[in-house]
């Protein structure tokens, strides 16, 4: 099975919202775990960033923070 590409988008801002990646939803620990991640840990771990982009995004709006 190949391996699931990184969730980096290059961005790598961690100043802002509970320190997560503004980029990607990561946090640091995570995007180092990433190459040692089982599969199925990836999978629930994309759900999660997906969750994470999402509120960010919302907090953004409403609260109209920039990062």
């Given at each position: 099975?190949?391996?699931?590409?990184?969730?980096?988008?290059?961005?790598?801002?961690?100043?802002h919202y509970k320190g997560w990646c503004?980029?990607?939803?990561?946090?640091?620990?995570?995007?180092?775990?990433?190459?040692h991640m089982e599969p199925d840990n990836?999978?629930?771990?994309?759900?999660?960033?997906?969750?994470?982009?999402?509120?960010?995004?919302?907090?953004?709006?409403?609260?109209?923070?920039?990062?």
């Open positions: 099975m190949k391996r699931q590409k990184s969730p980096c988008t290059n961005v790598c801002d961690f100043s503004a980029g990607c939803g990561c946090t640091r620990q995570e995007l180092k775990d990433w190459k990836i999978n629930e771990l994309q759900e999660k960033l997906q969750k994470r982009m999402d509120q960010m995004a919302k907090f953004r709006t409403e609260n109209k923070w920039k990062g």
